[in-house]
């Protein structure tokens, strides 16, 4: 008998400006194990699911503030969030220029999204 593994429902904003008129949500059912991040769910859509899911990944130690996406509606590191349960992801306030990945300000503007105070 083979053992069930836990699954969650990660809800995805997609847009493509280049062909979406509005943004829409895409729903994935992804694997799931105390601890999860946000990151880690999207690297197994990406990698699993849907190659064409466009997020941003760098450090992945919350060090370069650069993966911030809305996880339930609060601007998040993707990289150090952990996941409790479903959720919806869409991009912080922003330009978007595909998905979850937005535009950066040149540096020195105030980004356009609300601050982000660290979980300890
Ligand atoms: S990837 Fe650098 S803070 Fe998340």
Redesign the pocket.
């Known amino acids: 008998m083979s053992e069930a593994i836990e699954t969650i429902k990660i809800k995805v904003q997609r847009f493509d400006p280049a062909v979406d008129k509005e943004p829409n949500y895409q729903e994935y059912t992804v694997p799931y194990a105390k601890g999860t991040t946000v990151m880690s769910a999207l690297r197994y859509i990406y990698e699993n699911l849907d190659h064409s899911l466009a997020y941003y990944?760098?450090?992945?130690?919350?060090?370069?503030?650069?993966?911030h996406v809305r996880v339930n509606g609060n601007t998040k590191?993707?990289?150090?969030t952990i996941i409790e349960g479903n959720v919806t992801i869409e991009p912080k306030k922003g330009k978007v220029i595909r998905d979850l990945v937005v535009e950066t300000p040149p540096r020195g503007e105030k980004e356009g999204h609300e601050e982000v105070v660290p979980e300890v």
């Not at 990944?57 to 993966?67: H, N």
């Not at 590191?77 to 150090?80: D, G, H, I, V």
């Open positions: 990944a760098s450090c992945r130690i919350g060090k370069c503030a650069g993966c590191l993707a990289c150090t």
